[in-house]
Each structure stands twice: as C-alpha cells, then as structure tokens.
C-alpha cells in the first residue's frame, strides 16, 4: 500500500490521532458499482438508502458513503428528482466519502482509487465539463487559537504557489472552481500578528471571505466555535466540524501514476510552514514586499514563495 506522509503534528490534544476525512469525486461509473467496488476492495456491507445513494458499513476504514455530488440529493425521492438526477450524470461527479479516519488507514484509500481506476473511473481530465477534485478535513490538533490561526495564516501566504505547483488544465478554467482568498484578506491577516483572539479571526475571516468557495475552507471550524456569527454572515448551510475542509481542484482518478498521497503532501506542507515560526514570520514579511494595493499578478508571489520554501526544504 502507498504511504502517506505524516503530519507535523500528528495527534490532537487528547494524544489521540488526529482524524482524516477524505471525499473523492469521480465519474464513469454509477453508484452501484461504486458501492459494490468499495466492499470488494475494503469488505463490509452495501446497502441502498433513498434512491442512488449507498453506504457501505462496517468496512476496513469504517463507514463511507456512495452518492451522486448534487443538492438533488437533499430532496425526498419523487420521480422528478431521479430524473433530474438521471439528466445530470453526464456531468455530476460519483463521491465517495470516508468517516474521519486514522493516518494509519490511508493507505486503504489508495487501494479504492487503484480498484477504481481498474474500472473505469475517469477523472478530471476526461471532460472539460468534470471539475471533480479532492477534499481532505483534517481535524485541527487543539481548539487553541493558535492551531486554528497558524495553518491558515500558511495557507493564505502559499496558496499562490500551491495552485502554480498544482496547475487546473486551460480547458476547464471555465468552471466555477474555488476562489484564492483576497489580497485584503491575507494583508489584515498577516497585520493581526500571532497573538490574534479567535473571536477576532473569525470575524476577520467572515469580513472577507463568507464563502464555502475557498481553497481551505474555515467556515465550518468557525461554525463550531461560533455557529451564530457564521449563520449571519454567510446564506450557504454550513456543517459545523473542528476541521480544516482542504479542497483540492483535481482528481485524475484515471492517470496511472497519480495518487492521493501526492495530493495529501499539500497539506502536509501548509502544516510544515505553520510549524516553523521563522518560515512563518519570514513569508509574510516578504508577502507585503511583494504585493502592494491589490493584486495584479500572483505568479510573481508564486516563484519568490516557491523559492522561499525550496531553501527551506519543502516542495509540492
């Protein structure tokens, strides 16, 4: 099985592992397969809830879940929502989502998407319609505010050259992908400095980004802590969990030599950077070098971060 690098910190305040759940969107198959290919390659039984949706129990990884990637999901079966569901899978991606899971269990995953593949899966590049991606909520090591506000203060300084390192293909930037947080966003973020209340980040984050169409998306962290503050800002029902929802923009489920374990070590180098304070301190002091008033270009902060974090031994 592949391994998956380990994070910098990898249990929470308990000692306990911190937990991973993983969704992993996909088409070329129905659901019913799906399902039948998730209990053939991690055990368990299948079994059919309200129309096509499954959830495979009890398998080598817990519970995962089988279902088509739309808000038709949400509504009670009627024959017009299987139609419309029916109409729609030529472009509405198969997701298959994991309960949290051990590091230790990952690998498990890679053995699905290889099974996956093996029959017929196709991922994003197999249509210019397919924005599929991949989706990682790794719990948060404390509710400390530090280890809230220091992954995300990494994120914000090195989306640039995470999606340069990660680059959409030119024929799918048509789709609605996932917005890079603004440049005032990142600049009152970087002003806030370490010693920022959690209360104040949320709202610093709620002032500039009440969105679920980010790259790493804080709402449902600040929805744990702050349900109500969240509530009123953002109109988009947001499912409240202590952890970082990480959205990545492809998933070449049918390219033999990609695998999640490439996709997972983004984060790990978000992590790494909000490990090291001097990294930390150093890239944002050479953010606000780099960027004045808005920003026009972001490939110029890509390279010179790329640089900063290739002397500091971290590459995607």
């Given at each position: 099985?592949?391994?998956?690098?380990?994070?910098?910190?990898?249990?929470?305040?308990?000692?306990?592992?911190?937990?991973?759940?993983?969704?992993?969107?996909?088409?070329?198959?129905?659901e019913?397969?799906?399902?039948?290919?998730?209990?053939?390659?991690?055990?368990?039984?299948?079994?059919?809830?309200?129309?096509?949706?499954?959830?495979?129990?009890d398998?080598?990884?817990?519970?995962?879940?089988?279902?088509?990637?739309?808000?038709?999901?949400?509504?009670?079966?009627?024959?017009?929502?299987?139609?419309?569901?029916?109409?729609?899978?030529?472009?509405?991606?198969?997701?298959?989502?994991?309960?949290?899971?051990?590091?230790?269990?990952?690998?498990?995953?890679?053995?699905?998407?290889?099974?996956?593949?093996?029959?017929?899966?196709?991922?994003?590049?197999?249509?210019?319609?397919?924005?599929?991606?991949?989706?990682?909520?790794?719990?948060?090591?404390?509710?400390?505010?530090?280890?809230?506000?220091r992954?995300?203060?990494?994120?914000?300084?090195?989306?640039?050259?995470?999606?340069?390192?990660?680059?959409?293909?030119?024929?799918?930037?048509?789709?609605?992908?996932?917005?890079?947080?603004?440049?005032?966003?990142?600049?009152?973020?970087?002003?806030?400095?370490?010693?920022i209340?959690?209360?104040?980040?949320?709202?610093?984050?709620?002032?500039?980004?009440?969105?679920?169409?980010?790259?790493?998306?804080?709402?449902?962290?600040?929805?744990?802590?702050?349900?109500?503050?969240v509530?009123?800002?953002?109109?988009?029902?947001?499912?409240?969990?202590?952890?970082?929802?990480?959205?990545l923009?492809?998933?070449?489920?049918?390219?033999?030599?990609?695998?999640l374990?490439?996709?997972?070590?983004?984060?790990?180098?978000?992590?790494?950077?909000?490990?090291?304070?001097?990294?930390?301190t150093?890239?944002?002091?050479?953010?606000?070098d780099?960027?004045?008033?808005?920003t026009?270009?972001?490939?110029?902060?890509?390279?010179?971060?790329?640089?900063?974090?290739?002397?500091?031994?971290?590459?995607a």
């Amino acid at each position: 099985m592949d391994s998956f690098t380990p994070l910098p910190n990898p249990n929470a305040e308990d000692g306990k592992p911190r937990l991973v759940g993983v969704e992993i969107e996909f088409a070329g198959l129905p659901e019913d397969r799906v399902a039948s290919i998730v209990k053939e390659t991690l055990g368990g039984s299948a079994r059919q809830g309200d129309g096509p949706f499954w959830t495979i129990e009890d398998t080598a990884i817990g519970d995962l879940e089988v279902y088509l990637d739309t808000s038709l999901r949400k509504f009670d079966q009627s024959a017009l929502r299987d139609e419309l569901l029916k109409l729609g899978r030529e472009v509405i991606p198969v997701e298959v989502v994991t309960d949290p899971i051990r590091m230790d269990q990952m690998p498990h995953l890679q053995d699905l998407v290889a099974a996956l593949r093996q029959d017929g899966a196709k991922g994003s590049g197999a249509g210019v319609f397919f924005g599929f991606g991949i989706h990682f909520n790794i719990q948060i090591a404390s509710d400390r505010v530090g280890d809230i506000h220091r992954p995300l203060l990494a994120y914000a300084l090195i989306e640039d050259w995470l999606r340069s390192a990660m680059p959409i293909d030119e024929t799918r930037r048509v789709l609605p992908f996932t917005d890079p947080y603004p440049t005032a966003f990142v600049r009152d973020l970087i002003d806030a400095g370490q010693n920022i209340e959690l209360a104040d980040l949320i709202t610093l984050y709620l002032d500039h980004c009440a969105s679920r169409n980010f790259g790493l998306d804080m709402l449902p962290i600040f929805a744990h802590f702050d349900p109500k503050k969240v509530t009123e800002k953002v109109d988009d029902s947001t499912s409240a969990r202590p952890a970082f929802h990480f959205r990545l923009p492809d998933c070449r489920i049918d390219e033999a030599e990609w695998g999640l374990p490439t996709e997972w070590d983004r984060w790990v180098a978000v992590e790494k950077v909000a490990a090291d304070d001097a990294l930390l301190t150093r890239l944002g002091q050479e953010w606000q070098d780099d960027h004045g008033t808005v920003t026009l270009s972001r490939q110029s902060w890509a390279e010179r971060s790329g640089a900063i974090l290739g002397d500091a031994g971290i590459s995607a």
